[in-house]
């Protein structure tokens, strides 16, 4: 579901958009970037993935749902001791056969899923989910129906955590260059934005079972200058990045937003 590809013309915030075509990007294509890429696209996902895992709980013996998977990355790094069931989902088929061969094992499992409404065949229920830069890629009336599906599938006490970049920092900046000077583009993809000041409010004017079932632990950022020194060093680079626990970041104008809510009991 997150995922870049080839340049087209943007669609207005509030119009019903052709859905995009993830399925132009190569199989794998993200964990490429982590295994291969520029050292700052390399320090961007892993500080990304980094910072969700310290939103979860960190018992032992717990399940996950990613929604919007895409090549599994963000599963494979996490191990089965914590989190013994692992189901990831995304509507790109290639994507997920690259994670079933890639990352596959007895406590994770991929899953294809055409439509937001084919989470309804999901009949199992999680103690954390994770929404990874998915919510910028919908529409509204998507965003609604993803946290119903959200809701319904984490146990009560269950942890959601959200990531989405943050208009409110330079993060359009970074979109525009990456839209002009590489060969891909985020401008038909990003079509419902948020910043570190309205996410909450947002996410409750689209979907209210965001107030009615689920309440905000926290919200911080993330991203603010450690990925873009990773040419300096990428071991210097996570290490900074680890620096401050990102939960108790109070910095409003890091590249991410990052929320994490609890499924009321």
Not at 73 to 102: C, M, N, P, Y
Not at 151 to 170: F, I, W
Not at 175 to 201: A, C, G, M, P, R
Request: charged share 25%; aromatic share 10%; proline share 7%.
């Amino acid at each position: 579901m997150a995922a870049r590809g080839a340049r087209r013309s943007p669609a207005p915030v509030d119009a019903a958009p052709a859905s995009y075509d993830y399925s132009q990007l190569p199989e794998g294509f993200y964990q490429d970037v982590i295994e291969r890429g520029h050292p700052v696209r390399r320090a961007w996902h892993l500080q990304k993935f980094e910072r969700v895992i310290e939103c979860l709980p960190p018992r032992p013996g717990q399940s996950i749902l990613d929604i919007g998977c895409f090549a599994g990355t963000f599963l494979g790094r996490l191990d089965g001791a914590h989190f013994s069931r692992q189901v990831g989902v995304d509507i790109v088929e290639k994507q997920i056969h690259f994670a079933k061969e890639r990352f596959g094992t007895r406590f994770r499992r991929f899953e294809h899923v055409p439509t937001i409404a084919a989470l309804g065949r999901l009949d199992e229920r999680f103690d954390c989910i994770t929404l990874i830069e998915v919510i910028e890629h919908l529409r509204p009336d998507e965003i609604h129906e993803i946290f119903e599906h959200v809701a319904r599938l984490l146990v009560p006490g269950g942890k959601l955590v959200v990531s989405t970049p943050n208009y409110a920092s330079t993060w359009p900046v970074l979109e525009v260059l990456v839209n002009k000077l590489s060969e891909f583009s985020y401008e038909e993809q990003h079509i419902t934005k948020f910043t570190y000041f309205n996410v909450i409010e947002k996410l409750a004017a689209l979907t209210p079972v965001v107030t009615r079932e689920l309440t905000v632990d926290f919200k911080t950022t993330t991203h603010f200058i450690a990925p873009f020194l990773a040419p300096l060093g990428l071991d210097f680079s996570m290490r900074l990045s680890r620096a401050v626990p990102h939960q108790h970041w109070g910095n409003p104008f890091g590249n991410l937003v990052m929320l994490r809510y609890s499924r009321v009991a």
